[in-house]
């Protein structure tokens, strides 16, 4: 038994280390965006209501975080336990239920990769996202997320949806309107305030209970 465990350990091991090796030398192709520690300002320069992260309201920060992935500060691009739960759930399901993906996953997604599930296009994000981590801060990931995210109505970033939904700026929102928000982007037609307001707010009312639970609200 304890061969096998040593055996187990040696392979995942090797794996890790080719895994960290690949990030290296793997470079996406795409049209618009170069990975590389320019890509924050690639995005500015395409993206025409970009906002830095320190003109966003507190809130939809947290809100953010406790919806889209409560690790997010503590984990290197991908969440190993979010993984094996969506894969867990997957299986009994015996279809794609869960993803698992971080925000710095969700990302590299949007900017690099196509939304077809598959396990290439799974492998290749957790590589980008592991490059992602490798190459900015939290922080930085944090705000272009924001700033390319899709919040419906033809709002891609924070700061079209803020026009769109509430004619404010990011930092003017308050606690309830970045709960709308943020409760957008995992169905963007289902929860648009705009064409299903009832939806729109019992998915805001998800996002202030996660919130509370996660320590954000009182």
Do not use: W
Not at 45 to 50: A, K, L, Q, T
Not at 179 to 185: D, K, Q, R, S, Y
Request: aromatic share 10%.
């Amino acid at each position: 038994m304890k061969n096998f465990y040593k055996k187990i350990l040696f392979v995942t091991m090797a794996c890790t280390i080719l895994f960290m090796s690949y990030i290296h030398s793997y470079t996406p192709k795409h049209e618009i965006y170069d990975l590389n520690e320019t890509l924050m300002h690639q995005i500015e320069s395409h993206v025409p209501d970009y906002v830095s992260l320190d003109e966003v309201s507190q809130d939809l920060i947290n809100a953010t975080v406790a919806m889209e992935d409560k690790r997010f500060y503590r984990h290197i691009g991908f969440d190993p336990i979010a993984i094996v739960r969506a894969v867990l759930v997957d299986i009994r399901e015996r279809r794609y239920v869960q993803g698992g993906s971080t925000i710095t996953q969700q990302l590299a997604k949007n900017l690099f990769l196509n939304h077809k599930k598959s396990l290439n296009r799974k492998f290749q994000e957790l590589i980008i996202a592991s490059k992602l981590e490798q190459l900015f801060t939290k922080e930085e990931i944090l705000e272009m997320y924001l700033n390319v995210i899709y919040y419906g109505s033809g709002a891609y970033g924070i700061g079209e949806a803020c026009e769109i939904y509430f004619d404010k700026t990011p930092d003017e929102l308050s606690l309830e309107e970045s709960a709308m928000l943020v409760g957008i982007p995992p169905s963007p037609n289902r929860y648009n305030p705009i064409r299903n307001l009832a939806k729109a707010k019992q998915r805001q009312e998800v996002v202030l209970s996660v919130m509370a639970k996660k320590g954000y609200l009182n």
